[in-house]
């Protein structure tokens, strides 16, 4: 089983959709979650940290399920500029490193 | 403006031949990290530095080589040894963390080739 595991969709929505994405993790002692943005062939950028308590940015909300084991993110009012591959990035503290899923890919059209 | 600059953008490599990529930083963070994206994959971790003068191993070391004589920077060499080196190379840093992971930064990438 995958560390961290994504659907690589890809996701095919009109502009003003609602979409989700959800990412499970295998470590139960995962400490730290991360949603980045990665267009094509450009280095991946930061979107949110994902808390406990979850927490919004805009159009942009993130939720943590730790039961469950897994984190979701959920774009309102898709524009076309949403169009990029999200990745959904664990850690597992201080001094371990961050383990990044392969993505998923969102496609907003017209 | 703070960042991370990586060089060259595009590289080619020649069989037999080592290559080192640059990675610099003036974030002032402790760690630093190399990844390797091949096409359609996730970031797989090559090395990566909590501090000077000491970095790990990450999941795919192998046919590379790293250095971390200043902070500000963390060169990769990747060597004749590393048998498919084609892929987008990715620099990160990150300041230290109290409790958990700080998220990591990233440069704008090395995409070498094999010529």
């Known amino acids: 089983r995958k560390e961290v595991e994504q659907d690589p969709g890809p996701f095919n929505v009109p502009e003003g959709a609602t979409v989700a994405f959800n990412c499970t993790y295998s470590?139960?002692?995962?400490?730290?979650f991360f949603w980045y943005r990665q267009d094509c062939r450009k280095e991946p950028k930061l979107l949110m940290s994902?808390?406990?308590s979850g927490n919004e940015d805009g159009r942009f909300t993130a939720q943590l399920n730790r039961a469950s084991q897994y984190i979701s993110l959920l774009i309102r009012d898709s524009k076309l500029s949403d169009s990029a591959t999200y990745l959904c990035?664990?850690?597992?503290?201080?001094?371990?490193?961050?383990?990044f899923g392969t993505g998923t890919r969102l496609q907003v059209t017209l | 403006d703070g960042g991370i600059t990586q060089s060259p953008k595009y590289l080619f490599r020649k069989e037999g031949q080592n290559v080192t990529l640059s990675c610099e930083q003036n974030?002032?963070?402790?760690?630093m990290y190399w990844y390797r994206q091949d096409p359609g994959q996730g970031l797989r971790l090559i090395y990566y530095?909590?501090?000077?003068?000491?970095?790990q191993k990450g999941d795919i070391a192998e046919g590379y080589s790293v250095s971390r004589e200043k902070k500000e920077s963390f060169p990769l060499t990747v060597t004749s040894a590393q048998k498919n080196p084609t892929a987008f190379y990715l620099c990160a840093s990150s300041s230290r963390a109290l409790h958990g992971n700080q998220p990591q930064h990233f440069g704008d990438g090395t995409r070498l080739s094999i010529l």
């Open positions: 990035v664990v850690g597992a503290g201080t001094a371990s490193k961050l383990t």
């Open positions: 994902v808390y406990s």
């Open positions: 470590n139960s002692a995962s400490q730290s």
């Open positions: 974030l002032n963070h402790d760690a």
């Open positions: 530095s909590q501090i000077v003068n000491d970095f």
